[in-house]
């Protein structure tokens, strides 16, 4: 029997005139609605690193030091980011050769803001951060995040020493520290981010990151299939507040539904290990580790100086703790897709419609290969067939051949609202869009009805339903166009979409799996 | 050592004043170009169904039985592909209830038609082909292609049967069967194909497939990187002509240098085997294995009547055979591409460049995990470095981490030149419109321009250089536009491009472990 400590629910209030949509209440994050890992009795409540990074995330100012009129910089990219993104908080460029930017006033320092500073990014050469925290820290400011890079991931004893030195004096002064070597948060809620091209609304996800490019990757790549984050942090070295850190604040954070991170090293295995399984135990938790060999070890050191450790350790660790080891960014990104938008759900066997006869056959053996299966279609299904089309019964199976019922009169969205409503399938594959359909005549037309149909269908029922939509590699533009515009109103319709048979499979399989081995 | 028994050179003329490109100077296939598998000591040279491939190939004359006016059914596609795609030999409607299709004219039966038919593309209910045979058999027609269906594959006693006749009444009058159940052929050189979209120039790649629609996803999704085939051939069920008469054609084809096929069910093990030993002896040979699992092969079975077999077994045989298994479309793209595209080459070493920090330790990770190794920059590429960026020596590595370049005035693509003079390096990966590029202010001079620079690096050497495209996953029509003409012209340059990392460490692995395992 699971037994959960919850924190005690109570407001922060960040000044409530000031900038009204961060009044946060407190309730205990979904304990109730998800269930629990097994051998997990108890939920640790430590509520300090929630609620500093809770105000962390927060933040009524933000000074970026070191801001540029340079297009092409970052002390222009974090500025820019924010007036754009929406943040409604204070934001005060900090360059002493800047009377404004962007139509913002600009400070010499950070000390000379007329007004409270609670975040600093800072974009300054290395040599320049340890006055910034002391500066910081006599202001009252709360945290820096260091883009600012050169430290430890150098190799050098020099970059070594001098992050030695920036976590003293920052711990001396009161000081916390994202980063170094990083680009920092990402709350879209608030209009927060850290690129002027890193958007998307906000979702589910909790995401922390050792690589702020493939935190940006995530959102590029993933943000045309739905994958939003609740919010997103890229912290670097880890210097000071770490992986364990982010990870126990997302599994608090009731804005966060899912978590998923890209870690390169850990600092402390066990501090990790319990955050990670307190985080697993209450929200399915993704995790991409980089560094899993000799060569990815040496490439990580050079990135964030992590040590990368065994992969086999990490993935059995991983497992123990209850949550999804993956090994590509894929594989994190349909996951992070499949628990955005599917509800829990049990089960192997699979039913898949809208493929080719190859493409059949290449499902079925796919299924099975995951761990799953394709049942046969059942007699009711096979006698519904029987009434449109009697030569295709007992002949059409499951997969459904989409060229064999070519000229039926019964189509693929037919024969999947019969699977989506027997208990014998668990789950769904409906392609859409291939090859075949858009070299007809009306291919236009087809594939938009087709799509109309998988969307009610998927709409109508629990089970998890993916929806195949190829990459949009065709060079003609109207099919370009064609599928970009399906895959938009599927995922604004809250379809799971994935880019292809195997991809969407694959997910399948992990999610069913995942729900298999809780008590819900 | 090797002895090959090649056939002697001979000359077909299928009438020259009639159709000139189809003179075929036969020439033993690149047996002295191509390194012989071992313990390969003779290559069979069956030119019987050779030769008959040959006509098969070239005919003067096709007829389409059951010629439609309805632009979307099959009977409609025939006769418009072979106008479109350039058929110089005549076209023959065949429809008594047609007078002329797309300008030509059309006859109520194959005997009605005035000149010789060489070769008859059946789209007629099954119930019609018994007599179709005869007629063709009394016309003297080589051979019938039946797109066909409903024979074994449907399960029943009743399909069975007339498949079984199909072939007696075929054998006995003289005519070979290809298919029934199948899209036929397709041939660049001599405009014939069996869709009006499935089109492109001519390549290196012989195809079998039992999916004529996989043959085509292939033709739609590869064309755009590259992929195109000398023949290929959709064969259905194989009842009379098979994947081993096919394999050993396009061992013997001059004009095929590749060899790919999907395969899901083979008729005879043993004849099966050779031909697959005799066809990867002499060219690299890539099979895709549909019906893989249970419920693949029951899918197979009510495809193309297929008994699919132990997938252990066919890997093993595959391998012994001197070919490559793959299990996805995807891979089988990729492998087709890296073949057509690179010179033989051999070792491990991978170079890197172009992706963000995180990227770059995941491709580490990747290459290790595929068998191949990272080497650290030689004391000559930093030494280089150095006098440019002396911050960045000793500290950045390979793969080579785009974030830590920014600025400092060396690029990805001058280490990539670098890595390719020298020797530690056997095989390149070169990155290419990350979202990291494709967010900044002059992102589509930068993706240019270092496409440009990729295709002269690429161009210069001999070792592989996989270039990295993503997928054209984008919303905002200039990304995808972008990619989409990048790609074009580094494939049209002669480049291999991948949608990701991973699939193109994946593709390196595997060919130069290829390239390892042979004497050349």
Request: with cysteine; proline share 6%; aromatic share 8%.
């Amino acid at each position: 029997m699971a037994v959960v400590v919850a924190p005690r629910p109570r407001e922060h209030d960040y000044g409530k005139a000031h900038l009204p949509e961060v009044t946060v209440t407190y309730r205990p994050p979904l304990l109730k609605r998800l269930p629990l890992g097994r051998g997990v009795s108890v939920i640790w409540a430590q509520m300090d690193v929630f609620e500093e990074l809770e105000r962390i995330f927060h933040p009524r100012s933000i000074a970026v030091v070191g801001a540029s009129a340079h297009r092409d910089s970052p002390g222009h990219d974090y500025v820019l980011s924010l007036l754009q993104y929406g943040f409604q908080g204070a934001i005060y460029p900090i360059n002493p050769r800047l009377e404004e930017l962007l139509g913002l006033k600009a400070y010499p320092s950070v000390e000379a803001v007329p007004g409270p500073v609670d975040y600093v990014i800072s974009c300054i050469p290395n040599r320049g951060v340890i006055g910034l925290v002391e500066e910081c820290g006599r202001k009252g400011v709360q945290a820096i995040q260091l883009f600012t890079a050169r430290f430890s991931e150098t190799g050098r004893e020099e970059g070594k020493r001098l992050e030695r030195e920036l976590l003293l004096r920052a711990r001396a002064m009161g000081v916390r520290i994202i980063g170094p070597n990083c680009m920092g948060l990402h709350y879209p809620k608030l209009g927060i981010t850290f690129r002027p091209d890193m958007i998307a609304p906000a979702g589910p996800i909790g995401f922390l990151s050792q690589s702020g490019n493939l935190l940006f990757e995530l959102n590029y790549l993933g943000r045309g299939r739905g994958l939003f984050f609740s919010k997103a942090i890229s912290y670097g070295n880890g210097l000071d507040l770490d992986e364990a850190d982010f990870l126990r604040y997302f599994a608090h954070d009731p804005e966060t539904r899912i978590i998923g991170a890209y870690i390169e090293g850990v600092k402390e295995g066990r501090r990790f290990w319990e955050a990670l399984r307190e985080a697993a135990s209450v929200k399915p938790t993704v995790l991409l580790k980089g560094g899993r060999t000799e060569g990815g070890g040496r490439t990580a050191s050079s990135h964030t100086a992590a040590l990368a450790g065994s992969y086999k350790v990490w993935e059995a660790a991983v497992r123990q703790a209850g949550a999804l080891p993956v090994k590509s960014l894929e594989e994190l990104m349909d996951l992070l897709i499949a628990f955005s938008r599917w509800t829990p759900a049990k089960g192997k066997g699979i039913g898949v419609v809208g493929g080719g006869g190859g493409r059949s056959v290449l499902a079925a053996d796919r299924c099975e290969e995951e761990g799953l299966s394709t049942p046969p279609l059942t007699a009711e299904i096979e006698a519904h067939i029987a009434v449109k089309a009697p030569d295709l019964a007992g002949w059409v199976t499951n997969p459904v051949d989409q060229s064999i019922l070519a000229g039926s009169g019964v189509g693929g969205a037919e024969i999947l609202a019969l699977m989506a409503r027997d208990p014998q399938y668990d789950g769904l594959v409906a392609i859409l869009g291939e090859p075949w359909a858009l070299g007809r005549p009306n291919a236009q037309a087809i594939v938009r009805r087709v799509a109309q149909r998988f969307l009610e269908i998927g709409q109508g029922i629990e089970k998890p339903i993916a929806v195949v939509v190829n990459h949009l590699d065709y060079e003609e533009e109207w099919q370009w166009r064609l599928l970009m515009e399906v895959r938009r109103e599927l995922v604004e319709g809250g379809m799971a979409v994935f880019p292809s048979v195997d991809r969407a499979v694959v997910a399948l399989a992990r999610f069913l799996a995942y729900w298999e081995g809780r008590d819900s």
